[in-house]
């Protein structure tokens, strides 16, 4: 889909959403170049494909729409759970060109307020694929930490992810070690 007006969103796709909050679902997905538009909120294009090819909403890859993620999920759905991506998805708004950067996909996630980001494990990869994505494991947590450190993304910010992530470790019944105050 080239464009998708908000109206569609709201007739056709938040329902789904607002039933799965409403039903408790503790987490939302990213999911990586699937033409599948019932999930059109949490997709983001394949590698070789331009941003604004199947996957994408309104041209932009689904882990870097604020409007969907943030102002839709968090703002009008009130959804308090994890944001997830999927494997190396991070990595890819940065393989497909959509980010100039690594810094700038890690700071993208950022600002939609993604928690948790797979990145790629390279020994269980092929020759072929460590080629490819090797980075991810490379390039992620230090230009998290460049982005912390030059104040671009705040302690604050990660502060909100954790509290998330352990919010839903306690309802889960993990037994936390350490009870953090925020």
Not at 148 to 172: A, F, H, Y
Request: aromatic share 8%; hydrophobic share 40%.
């Amino acid at each position: 889909l080239k464009q998708v007006p908000d109206w569609v969103m709201h007739r056709y796709h938040i329902p789904s959403f607002r039933a799965a909050i409403a039903a408790g679902a503790a987490a939302v997905m990213g999911n990586s170049g699937s033409s599948d538009h019932s999930r059109i909120l949490c997709t983001v294009p394949t590698p070789q494909l331009p941003p604004g090819a199947t996957g994408s909403v309104n041209k932009i890859p689904g882990h870097a729409n604020y409007h969907l993620l943030v102002e839709i999920l968090r703002n009008e759905l009130n959804f308090t759970g994890l944001f997830v991506s999927d494997y190396a998805d991070v990595g890819k708004l940065f393989r497909i060109g959509y980010a100039k950067s690594w810094h700038e996909a890690v700071k993208i996630a950022m600002d939609v307020e993604l928690d948790v980001t797979m990145v790629l494990y390279v020994r269980q990869l092929s020759v072929t694929q460590i080629l490819t994505f090797s980075t991810d494991t490379e390039e992620f947590a230090p230009s998290l930490l460049d982005l912390v450190n030059s104040g671009q993304v705040s302690e604050e910010r990660l502060d909100r992810s954790v509290r998330r992530i352990l919010e839903l470790k306690d309802r889960l019944g993990y037994d936390l070690q350490i009870k953090l105050d925020f």
